[in-house]
């Protein structure tokens, strides 16, 4: 039997970890997707609060901040292939801390170790693009009519840059070559509201370089997907009629490397699972 997957999802805040989770194993209850559940799953209280939000046309809450919850679906693919999908259920600020602190918990830890590959969820639209130390001419922050010493903080891609490289090194993994596992996608959250038709791949080599050279540095083949887990931004107070009326599983798409738009969003996982573990 083919070694089994482990297939870790990583996101800061406001990416739509949670939405991606509830609308996800909403396709897998209803088998209107690529892949089936292969067992029980654990901790789906965040979830199903989740869908019961969008079955009724309203956004959910986003996960406070102090919350780290696994949960581990089985899930296999038509041909057989099974996998663990790791979705840690946490505040999305804790990613940030990660970084920050330059800690991270056992939680983490072991799951980075047993993962055979890693999904990075990037919200473009709310992603800070201005300048910091690694964009700015040195010269900027020396000399002598420089009188006060301003304290800069690194943008948002170079923080993620780094959070990248603390999974590595916890990983152990020798960079002396580009990596073929874990296999890393990239999927650029919340596509509707970019408005664009862009390849995924393209759009994050312009708005984001300098991530996306270091990513083709030191990854063999990295892939890059669109991914709207909602279809169209919701309210968490106004319930939106055409969703209750319709239901959620009806609602939202992945954009697919060569630019095809689909509407089954498990497809990012079942494309790393039709790959040996």
């Known amino acids: 039997m083919p070694a089994q997957h482990s297939i870790l999802l990583v996101g800061e805040s406001n990416v739509g970890k949670t939405h991606y989770g509830a609308q996800f194993l909403k396709r897998l209850m209803v088998e209107s997707c690529a892949l089936k559940r292969n067992g029980a799953a654990t901790n789906l209280e965040a979830f199903t609060t989740a869908l019961s939000s969008l079955a009724d046309g309203k956004a959910t809450d986003h996960t406070p901040a102090s919350t780290y919850v ?24 804790q990613v940030r801390n990660l970084v920050k602190q330059r800690r991270i918990p056992a939680a983490w830890r072991e799951r980075v170790l047993a993962a055979t590959d890693w999904v990075v969820l990037l919200r473009l639209h709310s992603l800070r693009a201005e300048d910091d130390l690694f964009s700015r001419p040195l010269q900027v922050f020396t000399g002598p009519e420089i009188k006060e010493v301003t ?52 759009l994050l080599a312009a708005t984001l370089p300098m991530f996306w050279s270091f990513v083709r540095s030191n990854w063999e083949s990295p892939t890059v997907m669109g991914l709207s887990a909602l279809e169209k931004a919701l309210s968490r107070t106004e319930s939106n009629e055409e969703y209750a009326i319709r239901g959620p599983e009806e609602f939202g798409y992945v954009i697919l490397p060569d630019g095809k738009k689909d509407k089954d969003i498990t ?8 790959q040996p573990a």
Do not use: F, H
């Open 267 to 274: 497809l990012p996982i079942q494309r790393l699972m039709a």
């Open 151 to 202: 304290e800069y903080e690194p943008s948002d891609q170079a923080r993620t840059i780094e959070l990248l490289q603390m999974l590595l090194y916890l990983a152990q993994l020798n960079l002396d070559r580009k990596l073929r596992k874990p296999r890393l996608t990239v999927l650029l959250s919340c596509w509707d509201e970019l408005e664009t038709s862009e390849l995924p791949e393209k």
């Open 70 to 93: 696994e949960s581990v679906w089985p899930i296999k693919d038509e041909a057989g292939r099974t996998a663990e999908l790791v979705w840690p259920d946490y505040g999305g600020e």
